[in-house]
């Protein structure tokens, strides 16, 4: 029997889900038949989310304030009746300079976004999915999770961490039937890329398109990641189709490691 990749009648939760990569989730999930509560801190974004989707509900909410993350969570079970998947999708690029002339703040607010905000929304899940039987818990980390970048100390710890994070859950939450996994996406494409190359670009005062060039040379493929191939492991690691995968690392990075 072919497994399924149905989500019908499951609760799930998606932070920072108003655009890129989250919001490609977001749509796949609900699109397989799951009940979506998303969060981002663009308030406009989530607007537009709220207008679009009957299946997916937007609520502001800033994921480096823990409090304000509690309170989104709150909220956004009460709404859909409980959570079967939780989908830690919150990143930010961070700083890109040396560790020796970066802010004590701009290293903290990277790990509070791309890691103490994978804690919270995990800790808070753990105890309703174990009351529903199960869950599946996935985390997005990176390529830079598994390796060094010179000028991206925060960015790769907290991605280091996230991965450690999974881990360490997975054996924790396991014998309650939650299955804890985590993706590592390689360079993808959208809003977050170009950044990332313009900034470079700038701190090593060479065009954008030699920096662009530089990064995809490291794939086999000679290409970058779309959103869409991200979604599609985040459903079958969450779908009946994975339901012996916990525990493991997923790269999605069209062969550059």
């Known amino acids: 029997m072919t497994p399924s990749l149905s989500l019908a009648g499951r609760r799930a939760i998606v932070s920072a889900a108003a655009s890129g990569i989250g919001r490609v989730i977001a749509e796949t999930l609900a699109e397989a038949g799951a009940r979506v509560e998303v969060c981002d801190v663009d308030e406009q974004k989530v607007a537009d989310i709220n207008q679009r989707h009957g299946s997916i509900g937007a609520t502001c909410c800033d994921l480096a304030d823990a409090g304000d993350t509690q309170r989104f969570f709150t909220a956004a079970v009460e709404r859909l009746g409980g959570i079967d998947i939780l989908i830690n999708n919150a990143g930010i690029?961070?700083?890109?300079?040396?560790?020796?002339?970066?802010?004590?703040?701009?290293?903290n607010r990277t790990l509070a976004v791309n890691l103490t905000s994978h804690f919270v929304l995990a800790r808070l899940s753990a105890p309703l999915m174990r009351q529903a039987g199960g869950g599946a818990i996935v985390n997005i980390s990176s390529t830079a999770g598994l390796e060094g970048n010179a000028r991206r100390s925060p960015y790769n710890a907290s991605k280091w961490g996230v991965i450690g994070l999974a881990k360490s859950l997975a054996k924790e939450l396991g014998p309650s039937k939650i299955r804890v996994n985590v993706i590592c996406p390689g360079w993808v494409e959208g809003d977050r890329l170009e950044r990332v190359i313009a900034e470079e670009a700038s701190n090593l005062a060479i065009d954008r398109d030699e920096v662009r060039a530089r990064f995809m040379s490291a794939s086999s493929l000679g290409?970058?990641?779309?959103?869409?191939d991200i979604a599609a492991m985040a459903l079958f690691l969450v779908s009946d189709a994975g339901k012996r995968m916990s525990g493991h690392i997923f790269t999605v990075d069209a062969d550059a490691m």
């Not at 690029?93 to 290293?107: D, K, V």
């Open 93 to 107: 690029a961070g700083p890109i300079e040396l560790a020796e002339s970066m802010t004590l703040e701009a290293w």
């Open 223 to 228: 290409i970058g990641v779309l959103p869409n």
